[in-house]
């Protein structure tokens, strides 16, 4: 039987310069989600907002640039501490 993760044990990923805390085994798109985020990043075309849609790789809605490395999918990639995300308008490389 798998346990649920401690919610008190939270740490944090800076997110454009600010904190963002998560639990130990959130995904990026999950910490933002329960940050009350719902959107992080725009379309090229229009300026539309993004953030999670599908929850699963499938769509390219979710992506931010994490470590420098862009177009990383939020709803695949765990959360660590010390991470280094961007988000914003051009990160669907």
């Known amino acids: 039987m798998t346990e649920a ?8 990923v800076t997110v454009d310069g600010e904190p963002l805390p998560f639990v130990a085994g959130q995904t990026l798109a ?3 989600v329960a940050a009350g985020r719902v959107a992080w990043r725009t379309t090229r ?4 907002p993004r953030g999670v849609f599908c929850g699963i790789g499938v769509c390219y809605d979710c992506l ?6 862009g177009g990383q999918r939020a709803c695949l990639v765990r959360a660590r501490a ?3 995300v961007t988000t914003g308008e051009g990160d669907d490389e």
């Open 5 to 12: 993760p401690d919610v008190r044990a939270a740490t944090v």
């Open 30 to 32: 999950a910490a933002f």
């Open 45 to 48: 075309g229009g300026q539309r």
């Open 64 to 69: 931010v640039t994490v470590d420098g490395r």
């Open 82 to 84: 010390g991470m280094a």
